[in-house]
């Protein structure tokens, strides 16, 4: 999958985030990968990232099915994610998702809390992220795991793809 073929939206999907993206792509013969991206501004006090709940779905088209925790290996390591399948009639998506944090990524709530609260004590203008990616589930040849896998190894490294976004 190249996420050359991709294109980034803006979007309002999740309340209290600073800046949230939206972006798809679409390799040959395979499905539709998306990747929502919430940033957030990290303060010493309050902060949305881990105050909030974050919505893998909008519970009127789509619903979860299935909450679960994997390892996937990307970046030249493994890396824990949450892992769910949503469902809307007879279409199924298995979603990865995840927090970054001060160039740590992380899918526990405990562990992104610590991470924040240092990089909002030890960084200048700190940023964080809830990150997740989703894929079709309904292409048995071609299944969720292995798209999601070719979008994250053929994605730039996920700190420089932060890097990148508006602020």
């Known amino acids: 999958m190249h996420p050359g073929t991709s294109s980034r939206h803006e979007c309002g999907l999740a309340s209290g985030a600073d800046a949230q993206f ?32 974050n919505r893998l779905v909008d519970n009127q088209r789509w619903h979860i099915a299935r909450y679960g925790h994997g390892e996937i290996f990307w970046d030249g390591k493994r890396t824990k994610v949450a892992t769910a399948e949503i469902v809307s009639g007879p279409h199924r998506r298995l979603v990865w998702s995840f927090y970054a944090v001060a160039g740590n990524i992380t899918s526990g709530l405990m562990e992104t ?30 299944p969720a795991e292995r798209q999601l896998a070719r979008f994250l190894a053929a994605s730039e490294p996920f700190p420089q793809y932060l890097a990148s976004l508006p602020r």
Request: glycine share 6%; net charge negative; hydrophobic share 50%.
């Open 22 to 53: 939206l972006d798809a792509a679409q390799g040959p013969g395979s499905g539709i990968v998306i990747r929502y991206v919430a940033l957030y501004h990290l303060r010493a006090t309050g902060n949305l990232l881990t105050m909030t709940e």
């Open 113 to 142: 809390k610590l991470l924040q609260a240092r990089a909002a004590l030890l960084e200048k203008d700190p940023v964080a992220a809830f990150v997740a990616v989703s894929a079709s589930m309904d292409d048995l040849k071609d």
